[in-house]
Structure formats: structure tokens, C-alpha cells
């Protein structure tokens, strides 16, 4: 089965730095991946999609890149503010069964 | 606000009950999907439907059932319920087009509570 999987330990940073997370994908690759931002007792928010053909993708503050060698997407969100601190769900596309990785938390302190 | 709306917001119920949580989707948007949320689960896709018909099932048990109506607002039933049900229960809609994994509008979703 396909499966997403993301660093299950949050992630604490100083407000200005840069955060990385990491979403890392089992077998074929997914033609998209998604991520989704998730607060507390809420519903996701999408944020941005990467094609498998794109190696980058921007948005503002927010960067995506997809590496089919390695088999994963990184997620980088820079100038951090503590506004960010929330969990971060990577979601692989492109098939009938949507998957969702169990999320990263960021915690950004000001 | 994503458009997509959710009710009841919360339910509290007994073991053994049955409850229907409905979800009306985005305006155009012809695909619903149902997720369950556990702390210790995460996301898990339970079902979706296209235009009023069932296109993808995953980990959904045979108590929990689903559908899509003409109006193409949906409905998860779930029966003899269990203590371990409990939990956030999302629907979210997306527009035609893409096979299922395009972008997804999710509601506010319902607090289920067994006791």
C-alpha cells in the first residue's frame, strides 16, 4: 500500500528561522503531492500542490520541493512566526484513495 | 471559511447507538469525502463519492455506511457504536476534474463522543 510518512516529533523554532519538514513516500511515486495546514480541533487547510514534475513550488513564505530519487517532499516555511505554530499534513494525489501522512507539529516560539 | 459545512458540530451518544452526521460540500463541487481523525490514528479516509456515487472506500467498517444525495449534500451513518469511535469525523468536498487526491475543502467536522 502507499503510504506517507512524516516526522511524527514537533518541530520547535525561534520566530525568523527557517522551518523544514520532511514527507517522505513508500513505492511509485504519487503524480502530486499536497500539503495541508491543521489546527487544533479544526479542519485542514490546503496550502499548496507540487506535481511531480515540478521540482519547486513557492507561495509567499511557504516552499515545496518534490525529489522522485529520493522519494520525498520538503516543506519550508520561512521568516517563521509564532502565527505558524500549528500541524502540517502532507497528502499524496493523483490516485482514487487519498493518504494523508499522520502530520507534523511546528511550534514556532517567539 | 471553506464553504463546506458540517452538522451537528458535536454529538454525544451512547454504545450500541446509531447517529448521521451530514455534510453539505463547496458549491460546484461534485466530490465528498468522509474521514475519521483519532489522536492516535490520524487522517484515515473512510469514503468518497462523485456525483452521487460511491468512488473509492477505504478503511471503513462494515457498521459505518455513507451516500450522496442529488442535491450532492452526503450523509455518514454509523451504527452500533463503540467506545473507540470517538472522534473528529471530516467531511471535505473537491471540484470536478482530477481523480480522487485533488485538492481538498475540508468542514469544521463533528465531534463524536460514545460514552
Known amino acids: 500500500s502507499q503510504k506517507i510518512e512524516q516526522n511524527s516529533e514537533a518541530l520547535n523554532i525561534q520566530e525568523g528561522k527557517t522551518a523544514t519538514l520532511t514527507c517522505n513516500y513508500t513505492?511509485?511515486?504519487?503524480?502530486?503531492l499536497q500539503w495541508y495546514r491543521q489546527d487544533p480541533g479544526r479542519g485542514p487547510v490546503f496550502l499548496l500542490l507540487?506535481?511531480?514534475?515540478?521540482k519547486e513550488k513557492r507561495k509567499e513564505r511557504l516552499k515545496v520541493t518534490f525529489d522522485t530519487t529520493l522519494k520525498q517532499s520538503l516543506f519550508h516555511i520561512t521568516a517563521s512566526q509564532p502565527a505558524d505554530s500549528a500541524t502540517y499534513l502532507c497528502?499524496?494525489?493523483?490516485?482514487?484513495?487519498?493518504?494523508f501522512g499522520r502530520g507534523t507539529s511546528l511550534i514556532v516560539h517567539p | 471559511d471553506s464553504g463546506v459545512t458540517q452538522t451537528p458540530k458535536h454529538l454525544i451518544t451512547a454504545t450500541g447507538q446509531r447517529v448521521t452526521l451530514r455534510c453539505s460540500p463547496r458549491?460546484?463541487?461534485?466530490?465528498v469525502y468522509w474521514y475519521q481523525q483519532s489522536l492516535d490514528q490520524g487522517l484515515q479516509f473512510l469514503i468518497q463519492?462523485?456525483?452521487?456515487?460511491?468512488?473509492a472506500k477505504g478503511n471503513i467498517l462494515e457498521r459505518f455506511s455513507a451516500q450522496q444525495f442529488p442535491d450532492l449534500h452526503s450523509e455518514l451513518n454509523l451504527s452500533s457504536l463503540e467506545l473507540g469511535d470517538s472522534a473528529l469525523y471530516f467531511c471535505?468536498?473537491?471540484?470536478?476534474?482530477?481523480?480522487?487526491?485533488?485538492?481538498?475543502?475540508f468542514g469544521p467536522g463533528t465531534r463524536l463522543t460514545v460514552l
Open positions: 471535505a468536498s473537491s471540484a470536478p476534474g482530477l481523480a480522487g487526491g485533488d485538492t481538498q475543502y
Open positions: 513505492n511509485y511515486s504519487p503524480a502530486y
Open positions: 507540487i506535481r511531480e514534475n515540478e
Open positions: 497528502a499524496r494525489g493523483g490516485s482514487y484513495i487519498p493518504t
Open positions: 458549491s460546484g463541487d461534485l466530490s
Open positions: 463519492y462523485y456525483n452521487g456515487e460511491e468512488r
